[in-house]
């Protein structure tokens, strides 16, 4: 039996066929058309679907159900997509239409969730069973998993770690709060101090590297901090304290065994993670006290949406 | 058959028998005498256990097992007082003394994870699967219920929600971290604040309000705001701001179904619950979208660290 996972992003759909045991092959990836009606996105969906069937010479009987990653605020249990801001999806019955067109059984989720899920029961999951995953992207993303099964509140609703606090009354979020982790912590917030520190100082390193990329990248200050420039290095020390105090909040809240880094700037890799370690080690509560989190960069990475929106079929 | 629940605080010692379906009777008490050797406030408490055993005529087979709630970083795993910062303990294996005295089983686990037992069982638990009980004394101390069961972390070191951040490099807080909910939002903070509120302002009405009770409490700026003092109504919307961006952080965290608040503060009642609520609703990260989460007085209240621990042994 084969189980369909989709993933659909801001830019893109990505989609592919799962196995039981977490194993993705065949894929397909369409654009999102920006500011078009959802329902025309969702009817170009689902020919792809029928077509990615009909090629690859699927049976529909084979396939157990099709699962579904959305950016934004998703109520699972009703298969509703309340809201996704880069979608600009509002109250839309996505269960319901992939269902009556495709004929085969939909869930959907968050796609934060769908990551960390893909995790759970096909990455390091193995080696931890109670674990957060946190996405770094344009956002903050969040998934929580506990004793090896997820967590995501009241009508699958919770797990939104990028809008909880680092300042009160602090820097303005998109989502209306002041002073939250997301505006200090996703790429976006580091880009936008990248492009504050460039502006103070000309002479930063930080301009050649940009010009090189033609962009201010999240890659930018890391980059340039590896080479020793100081504003850099001043950046990233700052976007070290900002993520790693958030993440003290969740080891405080939660204990889990783990941390799990993914996303755009956990590639970044031990450069950064080595540092977010040593800062939570010397500002965890009670640390000595309590068993250490683990620290570490998600194992399934660029594919964990599309596993992790198929494995909600797989038992 | 009968549950032995006993509630270590900072000054006293309490403890009772509990029947299957949560029902508190025959309760014993002690003082803790502070300063003094663990071992001996632990000898004169299992004294005091089967004194209470023998006379009140119970056999020690009809007791299933003594729970134990403990003020600090419990292992509860292993039953372990891994630190208790108001009792000077340190490492103590209270599992293993205890049930080597009184020859019963003993679990320990902390105390406001007894609490939010007692609540999940017995009290509002009926109406809620999912929720957090926080509790406001001397500080902020939390439990987490996921589908009717506790959630307490890794070795059950988890669930402290006092110590994360409101603002970062904020206020000094007693754990070691700058700017955690615990050093604006405890009863502890709240007097603080209030002393330097009447210093500054040697004509509020809190000053009579604090010589009538012979000391500056947490219920000193609340009664005054009721009087319209100006500089108590100050005070307690200060208060309900910093908790209430608290509990909207972890509405977004958990989605949970309710936030039940024990403690002294709680006492405050509708007076303190409706503005806290006011506030929520105006700033929840997404409330239109998301399902609201029902903030209410605990209803076991006073009782609740006896019965939880007692229910560390009922299914």
Request: with cysteine.
């Amino acid at each position: 039996m084969f189980y369909l996972g989709v993933d659909i992003g801001g830019t893109s759909i990505k989609g592919g066929m799962v196995t039981k045991d977490g194993k993705l092959f065949d894929t397909f990836k369409m654009p999102v058309i920006k500011n078009e009606e959802p329902e025309k996105n969702i009817k170009k969906l689902v020919t792809l679907i029928e077509k990615f069937i009909k090629d690859y010479n699927y049976k529909k009987e084979e396939i157990v159900g099709v699962g579904v990653g959305v950016p934004g605020i998703i109520d699972s249990t009703h298969g509703i997509v309340t809201y996704s801001g880069n979608l600009k999806w509002f109250d839309l019955p996505l269960k319901k239409i992939l269902e009556d067109s495709l004929g085969l059984p939909v869930k959907i989720t968050n796609d934060a969730n769908a990551a960390a899920l893909a995790e759970a029961k096909f990455g390091l999951g193995n080696k931890y069973k109670s674990f957060l995953m946190i996405t770094l992207g344009t956002g903050i993303g969040s998934g929580i998993v506990i004793d090896g099964k997820m967590y995501a509140g009241n009508f699958g609703k919770g797990a939104e770690f990028g809008h909880s606090l680092l300042v009160m009354d602090g820097r303005q979020c998109s989502c209306g709060r002041k002073g939250c982790l997301e505006a200090y912590a996703s790429a976006t917030a580091l880009v936008k101090d990248t492009k504050i520190m460039m502006e103070l100082h000309k002479d930063s390193l930080m301009w050649k590297i940009s010009e090189k990329y033609g962009a201010v990248s999240a890659r930018v200050p890391f980059e340039a901090a590896k080479e020793r420039d100081p504003y850099a290095i001043e950046l990233v020390d700052y976007y070290v304290k900002c993520l790693s105090e958030g993440l003290i909040n969740y080891f405080n809240t939660f204990r889990p065994e783990a941390v799990i880094l993914s996303g755009g700037i956990a590639e970044e890799g031990e450069f950064l993670i080595s540092k977010i370690r040593n800062y939570c080690q010397e500002h965890d509560y009670g640390i000595k006290l309590c068993p250490p989190v683990d620290i570490v960069k998600s194992l399934i990475g660029y594919d964990s949406g599309k596993i992790g929106a198929a494995a909600l079929f797989i038992d």
